[in-house]
């Protein structure tokens, strides 16, 4: 490997100025951003600096009941995420059942489908491999989990006469819903539709990006980037369908009811 | 071989013995307990403030909401007949209609029958070539009751059919309910109209707080 530019901390005090310019922007115009702004960027800082500290140690340890605790850890919150964002909330927990569902499957099949198949390290569990994929994964994962869950649970209070009136007219819940249902797959997969479409023209990937930076021949780069779009794309798509078959389930019964009342503005 | 006051037309059913609706102790955390009979070709009408759970009876009866107790259809438990068959005999027409398509035409599946139909209540045929977008409130109400004769139930319930309509149009709509249940269709007919309620209807209740009286 080249060797390659090393940063330290005085570098990045200065590319910390770009956030005093980005608080002094919402100064000036009254947006309201600059405490959400500082926080944010104290966060991203901390958070960032403490998993460098546990990567390095639990990759030192190399223990697989370790790496399966952090993977853990990192798909219980990013189902939190999903569970958060949409304006409705299932309740009894409906939210964050569907959001674990979904991430913990999509992630999980598509990580372990990854690691055994096509990267192959040894053993495949590794932690070096399997954290930092399982993180990309998952983030991606989370974002379109997200976005079709809002989609489905704003589309359904939205559309309530709509799928009531058809019901009305002897429809099953399914038929009812299905418009609804596909709108919020597509929802859902959009953004890794334009990811892919728009990366290398529009967009260096982050990954790719950084892997160049660090010295990596850019063709390298370009194969592991080919390699992790579709892992995202293949976790977007089964992450939609669980978020979309699951949340489905909650808003019906056994007399394909719409069932409303299970929804609470959150 | 048909004795009483139901010895007219009931095309679906031979059975005088059995009510075409009956409502036993229906109820919900909001609503009830409702007892109710409607013979074929029977229509009675519920009047009561907004809010009074007049509309939640009807989706009550229609399986929308959850509730306690039991509907039979010409004796037939609601709860021994899959929920699309059931409202598909017993008609809910809501008072806000529902669409979910861009076109009109796409909502009726018997495009030919609901054009024949139309006219009669005061509908333009040229309508169904249209968006939905470009339908007036009061177009709606008729052409989402127009959609639900078109299934041909047993059972309509019909909350505020003529709310959003010109005296023309509330007569026509009045003329092809009236002769849906001279058919043998029995009619839960929700209404802030009591001249219509007078018009439609043998029986009169009155909605207060979630429970039914006779007026």
Redesign the interface.
Known sequence: MKPTLVLDAPDLAIAALLIVLDGGISLAFGLGLHRQLAVAALRMVVQLLLIGVILTRVFALASPPVTMAVILVMVVVGAREVAVRPEQRLIRFGNYTVGLAAVAFATGVTSILALTTVLRPDPWYEARYAIPLAGIILGNVLNAASLALDALLSSVVR??????????????MRQ?MA?LLRAAMRRGLLPVINSMSASGIVTLPGIMTGQILTGIDPIEAVKYQILLMFLLSGGAGLSVLVVVALAARHLT?G?????L?RLVAG | MLKGPKAHAEPMNNDTDRPRLRVAGLRSRLAGPFDLTLGAGECIAVTGASGSGKSLLLRMVADLDVAEGEVFLDGIARSTIPAPAWRRDVGYVAAESGWWHEAVAPHFSDLAAARALAPALNLKPDLFDGPVLRLSTGEKQRLALLRSLLAKPRVLLLDEPTGALDPDSKACVETVLGGHIAGGCAAVLVTHDADQAARMARRHFIMNSGRLTPA
């Open positions: 559309e309530k006469a709509a799928i009531e009136a058809q019901l009305c007219l002897g429809a099953t009812a418009g019964d007399r394909q009811r719409l069932r009342d």
